[in-house]
């Protein structure tokens, strides 16, 4: 199980390389976001938020994904994160999609950057598309590829326990219902 893991792994380099993201491609997708209906309130009104340009995705049985980010406070960059996900359950394929995380108060970002956290399956996500049906939650996900970034859209959103998510999918068909949940870790800049 552990080799099918590491595997499963680096297929995931083929959607998201672990080389470093350049600055542009974080300013990029945060334009991305504010495109994006509703997403584009949340940058005015929440205390920070987290984004991360590309988080890969893949599984066949047993799955994993992970993106590297930055976390940003009142709109200034303050810190490092990356998200590692494990999967089992029936899952198929891959994709690679665009993360924002907002952070509704102090409190929010506060938990977030504490050290190591991690959303429960509980946590429910805004799949931001371009005329695709599309749902993700840390639970399980289905999604198409976006129509474009440009054409990108918001349908409903909301904060839940100081935190609202949204994604926007890049590329790959993924289908999945399995148990996962998003870990994540911050480094202070």
Request: aromatic share 14%; proline share 1%.
């Amino acid at each position: 199980m552990l080799s099918t893991l590491r595997v499963l792994l680096f297929s995931l380099f083929l959607f998201a390389p672990l080389s470093a993201v350049h600055a542009d491609e974080y300013q990029d997708t945060i334009n991305i976001f504010k495109n994006a209906g509703e997403s584009n309130n949340f940058f005015s009104q929440s205390f920070g938020y987290a984004v991360f340009p590309t988080i890969g995705k893949g599984g066949i049985i047993v799955g994993g994904a992970y993106g590297e980010g930055r976390v940003y406070k009142q709109g200034a960059y303050v810190g490092d994160t990356s998200m590692t996900q494990a999967s089992i359950g029936f899952q198929l394929g891959g994709q690679a999609f665009s993360q924002i995380i907002f952070f509704e108060d102090q409190r929010a970002f506060d938990e977030f950057t504490g050290g190591n956290f991690e959303f429960g399956a509980d946590a429910s996500v805004v799949a931001i598309t371009a005329g695709a049906n599309a749902s993700a939650t840390t639970t399980g996900s289905s999604a198409g590829a976006s129509g474009g970034k440009k054409d990108a859209n918001t349908a409903g959103s909301g904060y839940y326990k100081g935190m609202a998510i949204f994604t926007v999918a890049k590329g790959g068909l993924m289908f999945q219902a399995a148990i996962a949940g998003q870990k994540f870790s911050y480094k202070a800049k």
